[in-house]
C-alpha cells in the first residue's frame, strides 16, 4: 500500500501504479541545490601495496581460530532456515532520522552528515511525514559556490527545511511487496521512501541501498515468488 502524504495531510492510498498519475509526485519536482565547486579530485587508481604474506605462526593462528569457530556452532544447533527477503518490513532501517519543518537547512545539512544518510523525512509535531529532504537538494555553508552566489547560498542555509523539502511526497506501507517500491522509486525518481502507516505516522525508511544489500546479502531476495497481488 503506497500514500502521499503533504502539510495538508493524506491526499493518496492506493498501488504504485496510480503514483504517476498525481502531478505532484510524477518524477517529482525537486528544488535545485546551488552547484559548487568543488576542489580538483585525483582519480588516478593506485594500486595497493602488497601485503606480506602470512608466516607459519599465522597459518598457526588463523586453524586455532578456526577450530575454535567451528567448536561454538555445535552448540549452536543447526543453523535455522534462511527466510526470503520480500516485504518492505524486512530490509527497511526502522532507526530513521527525522527533522522538523522548522529547522533551519544549514542544522539539517549537519545531522544529516553526521549520520551518514542523503535523506530525512520530514515530520510534524505529532510524527507524520509531510515531506522528504534530500542532502542533494541542499548547499551547506562549508563550501565554496560559484562566483557571486555566496549571498545565495548563505541565504539558502539560514531557511527553514519545510522551503526546500520534497512535498507532497509518496510513503509505503511496512507490508509492501519491494518489487513494488522498486518500481515506485524508478517512476518517482526518489533515493527512497518514508515507511508510514495509513496515519502517516513515520515507522522506518527504504532506500534504495537496502533494496541492494538485501540483493547481495543472506537470506535471499524473493521477488518475485507467487502471483502478483493488487494492493
Not at 492506493?14 to 546551488?34: C, D, K, S, T, Y
Amino acid at each position: 500500500m503506497f500514500f502521499v502524504f503533504g502539510p495538508s495531510g493524506q491526499m493518496y492510498r492506493g498501488g504504485p501504479e496510480n503514483l504517476a498519475q498525481i502531478a505532484a509526485v510524477r518524477r517529482v519536482a525537486r528544488p535545485q541545490a546551488l552547484r559548487t565547486h568543488g576542489a580538483e579530485v585525483d582519480t588516478t587508481w593506485v594500486p595497493p601495496a602488497s601485503a606480506p604474506l602470512p608466516g607459519p605462526a599465522a597459518a598457526v593462528n588463523l586453524r586455532t581460530q578456526g577450530a575454535v569457530s567451528a567448536y561454538a556452532q555445535t552448540g549452536q544447533g543447526p543453523p535455522l532456515p534462511r527466510q526470503p527477503l520480500s516485504r518492505v518490513r524486512d530490509v527497511m532501517t526502522t532507526a530513521t532520522l527525522s527533522v522538523p519543518p522548522d529547522l533551519r537547512v544549514n542544522d539539517a545539512w549537519h545531522q544529516l552528515a553526521q549520520r551518514q544518510v542523503a535523506q530525512a523525512p520530514v515530520v510534524d509535531a505529532l510524527g507524520r511525514v509531510i515531506g522528504l529532504l534530500l542532502r542533494a537538494d541542499m548547499a551547506p555553508l562549508d563550501l565554496l559556490p560559484e562566483p557571486g552566489a555566496v549571498k545565495k547560498a548563505i541565504e539558502l542555509a539560514r531557511r527553514p527545511v519545510s522551503e526546500v523539502m520534497v512535498s507532497p511526497v509518496p510513503t509505503v506501507a511496512a507490508d509492501t511487496e519491494l518489487r513494488r517500491v522498486a518500481a515506485a522509486l524508478i517512476d518517482t525518481g526518489l533515493p527512497g521512501l518514508p515507511v508510514t502507516d495509513e496515519a502517516g505516522v513515520l515507522v522506518g525508511f527504504i532506500a534504495r541501498t537496502d533494496i541492494l544489500r538485501a540483493v547481495a546479502s543472506d537470506p535471499p531476495l524473493d521477488l518475485w515468488s507467487g502471483p502478483a497481488r493488487a494492493l
